[in-house]
């Protein structure tokens, strides 16, 4: 999309200054708290916001609230976005600078890592009592058999398997099935579910969400169950199940409607505070998923939250004509 002058001026402006160059950078990378910008620059929280206004003004970032946090990322539909990539792409990559920063920043993600790891090694045992303590569980529960289908799958995937609840609830309708989950201690009790269900074909293997080292359109069920607030990067989770997927396949994904109860984040390691049905949407149609489905289930008492089911199929595959 073509700019104005005066568009190209402010956001050239904007970028032009050492800070502001830096926090490009580092959220071309990851979005980012404002505190955890303050951390990485070694600013103060008044400066740092101040840079961050200017950029935001200037078309170059965008802000989003989450909670009593606010995050910021590149704009994504702003026509001056292009503008931030080409002066980013100019720099070299051992820019000492910004290599500091980037050093910073996979700090900070590197603390986030273990300290979720050391929080559901911790829990692991307790999980099925944790899960259900916000929630409605039997009617999230029916509500996703609901909107899995009858199947039967050939292969159903359950990315952040935890102790494997997904597996053995969607279990009866699908062949085979792999769970796949960060946590050592989350996939020992799921191995131990999975085999006390007679779910022979069924296995728990260690790997990241992000880079599942699965093939593409390898599942026609893939579920993401209450697992995308503890990600820095919830989009590219969301891209990478998507890929799973195979034409009519389905992905549901099941979270929290946005929330505000904070000490989730400080007690319990949640990152974001729920997702609107806009983000989600976005996500899976960048993702090549088709206009997806929601339901809402409220809270089972006061002060509980409401869990969203995003359900999305990928299409058909369309035949190629022949001439
Ligand atoms: C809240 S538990 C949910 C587990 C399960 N889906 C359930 O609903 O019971 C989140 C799970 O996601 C896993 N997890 C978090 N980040 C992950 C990542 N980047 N890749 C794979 N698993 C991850 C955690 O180890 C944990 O087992």
């Excluded at 704009?75 to 002066?87: E, F, H, K, N, Y």
């Excluded at 273990?114 to 899960?131: G, L, M, T, V």
């Excluded at 949640?270 to 997702?275: A, I, S, V």
């Excluded at 339901?295 to 001439?323: C, D, F, H, M, Y």
Aim: charged share 25%.
């Amino acid at each position: 999309m073509a700019i104005s002058s005066d568009q190209a001026v402010g956001a050239l402006r904007a970028a032009a200054e050492p800070t502001r160059l830096r926090i490009l950078a580092l959220l071309s990378r990851e979005e980012l708290a404002v505190l955890e910008l303050c951390r990485i620059l070694g600013q103060s929280q008044p400066r740092v916001s101040r840079h961050l206004k200017l950029l935001a003004e200037a078309g170059l970032v965008e802000r989003f609230p989450d909670g009593a946090w606010v995050f910021y990322r590149l704009s994504r539909a702003s026509p001056v976005r292009g503008l931030a990539d080409q002066i980013l792409a100019l720099i070299a990559e051992d820019d000492p600078t910004l290599a500091r920063d980037a050093a910073r920043l996979a700090g900070v993600a590197e603390e986030r890592a273990q300290q979720a790891s050391q929080y559901f090694a911790e829990n692991a045992a307790r999980w099925d009592e944790i899960r259900s303590l916000y929630t409605a569980e039997d009617a999230v529960e029916a509500a996703i058999l609901r909107m899995a289908g009858d199947g039967p799958f050939d292969r159903v995937v359950d990315l952040g398997s935890g102790t494997g609840r997904m597996l053995t609830l969607l279990g009866e309708r699908a062949r085979s099935g792999v769970g796949l989950d960060l946590s050592r201690q989350m996939l020992n009790i799921a191995r131990a579910q999975v085999a006390s269900a007679g779910l022979k074909a069924f296995e728990l293997r260690h790997g990241d969400i992000l880079a599942t080292g699965l093939g593409e359109g390898e599942a026609d069920l893939v579920v993401i169950h209450q697992v995308l607030h503890y990600l820095a990067d919830p989009g590219a989770a969301v891209a990478e199940a998507a890929r799973l997927v195979r034409p009519r396949g389905r992905l549901l994904i099941v979270d929290f409607a946005p929330h505000d109860l904070e000490f989730l984040r400080s007690e319990h390691r949640h990152r974001r505070l729920g997702f609107s049905d806009m983000e989600m949407e976005r996500w899976l149609a960048e993702a090549g998923l088709a206009a997806p489905r929601t339901e809402s289930l409220p809270p089972s008492a006061p002060g509980g939250l409401t869990v969203k089911i995003w359900g999305a199929e990928r299409q058909a595959a369309r035949l190629r004509r022949i001439a």
